[in-house]
Structures are given as C-alpha cells and as structure tokens.
C-alpha cells in the first residue's frame, strides 16, 4: 500500500522561506514519478511542481525562481524549498505520486494516482 505523508507547513511572513517533506512508503520510490499541488480555499487544486525518476523538474511560473523540488531516493523522501513566500502562496499543500511512466514530468492531478494528507502553509502579509 503506498503512503505519503507531507510535513513542514506552517504559518510564515512574506519573505519567509519553508521547507515541506513529502515521506513515501509502499514501493521502489525511485522508480515513480512525483509532484506537489495546492489548494486554497474555495479554489481548484492547481500545479506547483513536478520530477521525474531522472530528477528533470518543472515549476508553475507563479513559484519559479522561487520554489525548488528535490528527491532524495535513499530517504524516500521528496521536498518542496519554498523562498520569498508571498501571501498568495497560502495553500494546503499535497504531494502526489503518479503510477507508470516514471520518466513523465507530470503536470496535472489527474496524472497522479496517490495522495498525501496535505500540510497547510499560511503566509501573513
């Protein structure tokens, strides 16, 4: 059974920076595709940033140059380095794990099969 669990949310200033922990179990974590989403309220879950098994990445242009996605295979770990947080980036945040196609840079939640719990993120003006 696969397992994802975020860490790392919290409540930040504007210009802050944080760092979410996505824990995978369940399977060669390697292998597989991943991504991070968000969601604020009353909006549809969107696109943050995608990586593939290869450790190509791909951003939403509202957090690049500012967010950095990494995996650590050896931990089973995927990470989200969020800089110069802006207000709007207030979200509960997913991070998600596709099935196949490990090499895929995923972009939408349709792609992706299992689902963490979500880590809330508030940035304060």
């Known amino acids: 059974q696969v397992q994802l669990v975020e860490s790392g949310g919290g409540l930040v200033q504007a210009g802050d920076s944080l760092i979410l922990s996505c824990a995978a179990s369940?399977?060669?974590?390697?292998?597989?595709?991943m991504g991070w989403f968000r969601q604020a309220p009353g909006k549809e879950r969107e696109f943050v940033a995608a990586?593939?098994?290869?450790?190509?990445?791909y951003y939403a242009t509202s957090v690049k140059g500012r967010f950095t996605i990494s995996r650590a295979n050896a931990k089973n770990t995927m990470y989200l380095q969020m800089t110069n947080l802006k207000p709007e980036d207030t979200a509960v945040y997913y991070c998600?794990?596709?099935?196949?196609?490990?090499?895929?840079?995923?972009?939408?939640?349709?792609?992706?099969?299992?689902w963490g719990q979500g880590t809330q993120v508030t940035v304060s003006s």
């Open positions: 998600a794990t596709a099935e196949g196609g490990g090499w895929l840079l995923r972009l939408g939640p349709n792609e992706y099969k299992y």
């Open positions: 369940g399977r060669t974590f390697s292998n597989y595709a």
């Open positions: 990586i593939n098994n290869g450790y190509s990445t």
